[in-house]
């Protein structure tokens, strides 16, 4: 008897919290978020990106992010570093979430990091009966016009995306620098997933 009375105040105190919780979820209306680039330790390096609405339908983001972690799919073992920083208008959106809606951006990115050249990449040595890795180096800055859509709502938030620019600098070996593609001399490319928490 006592334990089913405990039973019934355990599940009203659950329920009492869940509903709490939902309607001040219902009321957020975040203009902050964190987010990560979704997959992008499979290619070698973790990003985070944070977001602030700045004004109405505008916000800016930043990206730092750190080359040399995660599955190295490529297998050039790259170290290194990147730097996004983007501006966003939200061209379309719910009024009730300041950061959700189709936009367009105006982004620059840029990455420095060293990899394992393909071309030279086993030397044989008969004096140290080791293999040689020549080391190559890549430093590239892009500015790239994007677009995409972003759902902001309770505490998720979901961003995806694709632009394309101009970029110029150091290529890599694989064209790909840990954020775009280079293409075609000075085309550069992005597409993404992003998700993360808003608050």
């Not at 602030?52 to 990206?63: H, V």
Request: net charge positive; hydrophobic share 40%; proline share 2%.
């Amino acid at each position: 008897m006592i334990f089913s009375v405990q039973k019934k105040y355990i599940i009203a105190l659950l329920c009492g919290i869940i509903l709490s919780f939902s309607a001040y979820s219902i009321e957020r209306n975040p203009k902050n978020n964190f987010k990560t680039t979704f997959l992008s330790l499979y290619t070698g390096s973790a990003k985070l990106t944070y977001e602030r609405a700045l004004f109405n339908k505008q916000s800016i983001e930043i990206t730092v992010g750190y080359i040399g972690v995660g599955y190295d799919s490529f297998k050039i073992q790259p170290k290194g570093g990147l730097f996004r920083l983007a501006y966003k208008f939200i061209i379309s959106n719910n009024a009730n979430n300041t950061l959700t809606g189709f936009y367009l951006k105006p982004e620059f990115a840029y990455s420095d990091f060293g990899y394992n050249c393909e071309d030279q990449k086993y030397i044989y040595s008969k004096y140290s009966k080791k293999d040689f890795i020549t080391r190559g180096r890549s430093c590239m800055g892009t500015l790239m016009m994007c677009t995409g859509y972003q759902w902001a709502k309770n505490i998720l938030v979901f961003d995806v995306f694709a632009g394309a620019g101009l970029g110029k600098g150091n290529d890599a070996e694989i064209q790909y620098h840990h954020g775009f593609i280079k293409r075609l001399n000075y085309i550069t490319f992005t597409f993404g997933l992003k998700i993360g928490l808003g608050f």
